[in-house]
């Protein structure tokens, strides 16, 4: 099955900085999706992106499918967004394989 | 749309016991996946649905779990006997079709001692 790494595994960031995710992908995706996992164990969809960019509010995301990789971008960033950041994709066999995720951690 | 529903969110059980773990998809949608969540091996699929019918299910630790689809708006998975490595957080998740943007339910934190 496909393959999904991302980096870096931690992140520490001061509050007000910006950050970039990386997501890689070893295969062709039908779909490619981020995730926000809260300090309460909740997965928050961020973006479906499969491929192309799309932005919400502080966040963007950038997936581009020939090269198999996508980026997370946040800016501005707040203490809210402290969390784990999971990439997650599928191809044909339509089950999300999830990446081991970016823990991030905004001090203020 | 109330999202994906799970329940218990919190269950603790004996080691030994049965522990059947609830799932209500979104309305509309036709696949449905249970994830388990450890420290040690991350968010990995255990089996997953479409039109109520196992597709996949080489994700299912071993014969003591199981899972079943009775209809388009209910799944269970069961763990009988459960033991303590069974600990984790159990996610169930749904779709439209499978490869389009998936919806997680709350979780359901498993303890067994």
């Known amino acids: 099955g496909i393959q999904v790494e991302q980096s870096p595994p931690d992140l520490i960031l001061q509050e007000g900085a910006n950050s970039t995710l990386r997501c890689n992908f070893s295969?062709?995706?039908?779909?490619l999706q981020w995730f926000h996992q809260n300090p309460w164990g909740q997965l928050i969809n961020l973006f479906y992106?499969?491929?192309g960019t799309k932005q919400n509010g502080r966040l963007s995301a950038t997936t581009v499918a020939t090269e198999r990789y996508s980026l997370l971008y946040i800016s501005s960033s707040q203490t809210t967004d402290s969390g784990v950041y999971f990439c997650?994709?599928?191809?044909?066999?339509?089950?999300?394989?999830f990446g081991g995720g970016t823990r991030l951690m905004v001090k203020p | 749309d109330a999202g994906v529903i799970q329940s218990p969110r919190h269950e603790v059980t004996e080691m030994g016991q049965e522990v059947t773990l609830r799932c209500k998809p979104i309305?509309?949608?036709?696949?449905l996946f249970w994830y388990r969540q450890t420290m040690m091996r991350g968010l990995e699929l255990l089996i997953y649905f479409n039109n109520n019918v196992p597709i996949d299910d080489s994700g299912m630790p071993e014969d003591r779990f199981s899972a079943k689809m009775p209809n388009a708006s209910f799944s269970t998975l069961k763990i009988q006997p459960s033991e303590p490595r069974d600990s984790a957080v159990y996610f169930c998740?749904?779709?439209?079709?499978?490869?389009?943007?998936?919806?997680f339910g709350q979780g359901t934190r498993l303890t067994v001692v």
């Open positions: 992106i499969p491929s």
């Open positions: 997650a994709a599928n191809n044909a066999g339509n089950m999300l394989t």
């Open positions: 998740a749904s779709s439209f079709q499978g490869a389009t943007e998936a919806f």
């Open positions: 309305s509309g949608h036709n696949s």
């Open positions: 295969d062709s995706v039908n779909n």
